[in-house]
């Protein structure tokens, strides 16, 4: 899944003259904690709730005087996986996103990927987990979906273990709707599918 698909883009800025006091009336309406600085239409800085707390007895500092000023960016076509491991590397809590032009396009917080992994789990959308061992092979897999939906089941998201290297099996973790998860299981068994229990 790339970034755009969860990205907000609807993005509060401020400018890089405007004050802290600015900043954080804005974030305060807007319930934000991080600002993308523009200038002339360009992604200069970024500033956080952090930053504010510390000039708090200083409202009238400029918002470019303690903004981080080294933006880490992604594009919209960026994998979330790859934006939430340049977060977590980082330890940063936003990504503005530019396309090739540098122009601001939307922005992913730490919150916003959050829920796409939460969403992605299962944890809103009510389901059940399915988990087989195949040969790494992609036919195989595509077996595998084919007659998941051919009994009626909904495949909501797929995750795989790191394998062994000498079967050259993986475990294979299908996230499912289903009526019926028993059945389901037993018309795979029947078919020849090692499921594996947890």
Known sequence: MNIDQIMRTKVVTIGPDQTAGDAYLLMRK???RHLPILKQG???GVLSDRD???VAEQPEVKVEEICHRRVVYASPETDIREA???MVDLKIGCLPILDSEGNLKGMVTKSDLLSAFVEFLGLITPSDYV???LQNSRDQLDHVISDLKRDGAKVLGITMSEGRPKSGKREYSF???TT????LKNKLGSRGYHLIAH
Do not use: F, G, T, Y
């Not at 019926?180 to 059945?183: N, T, V």
């Open 180 to 183: 019926d998860l028993i059945a």
């Open 52 to 54: 504010l707390r510390l």
């Open 42 to 44: 360009m992604v200069v």
């Open 30 to 32: 807007n319930e934000i």
């Open 175 to 177: 996230r499912v709707q």
């Open 131 to 133: 988990s087989i061992e």
């Open 84 to 86: 939430a491991k340049i």
